[in-house]
């Protein structure tokens, strides 16, 4: 997991370069710009706050998601399924995908 202070220096570091900006929501001259100017001004200073936010949240999601996967797969249905032999399981009606229905 990396901290999000690293992940925020390591951004910053890449802001220098002229392609995304570094802050502020919109450029000090982008009132005179066509719309699809201030569009991509907008799009070029939310890179960075984005892209730290969405990474900084990623690993918590993925530690919620697998103990629920978890939790379910220790339900007692999954364990009767298993007894029952069902190794499968069809998403789709098994026309779809190709693959065949088990009984």
Same mark, same amino acid.
């Given at each position: 997991?990396?901290?999000?202070?690293?992940?925020?220096?390591?951004?910053?570091?890449?802001?220098?370069? !002229?392609? %995304? *900006?570094?802050?502020?929501?919109?450029?000090?001259?982008?009132? &005179?710009?066509?719309?699809?100017? +201030?569009?991509? $001004?907008?799009?070029?200073?939310?890179?960075?706050?984005?892209?730290?936010?969405?990474?900084?949240?990623?690993?918590?999601?993925?530690?919620?998601?697998? !103990?629920? %996967? *978890?939790?379910?797969?220790?339900?007692?249905?999954?364990?009767? &399924?298993?007894?029952?032999?069902? +190794?499968?399981? $069809?998403?789709?009606?098994?026309?779809?995908?190709?693959?065949?229905?088990?009984?």
């Amino acid at each position: 997991m990396i901290p999000d202070i690293a992940l925020g220096l390591d951004f910053d570091y890449c802001a220098e370069d !002229a392609m %995304v *900006a570094a802050g502020g929501m919109v450029s000090v001259d982008s009132t &005179g710009l066509p719309f699809t100017a +201030r569009l991509w $001004d907008l799009v070029r200073h939310m890179i960075l706050p984005v892209t730290i936010l969405v990474l900084g949240a990623q690993p918590i999601l993925i530690r919620h998601v697998r !103990a629920a %996967v *978890a939790e379910a797969l220790e339900q007692g249905f999954v364990h009767a &399924g298993r007894r029952m032999e069902f +190794r499968d399981v $069809d998403c789709c009606g098994g026309s779809r995908c190709g693959r065949q229905q088990i009984h």
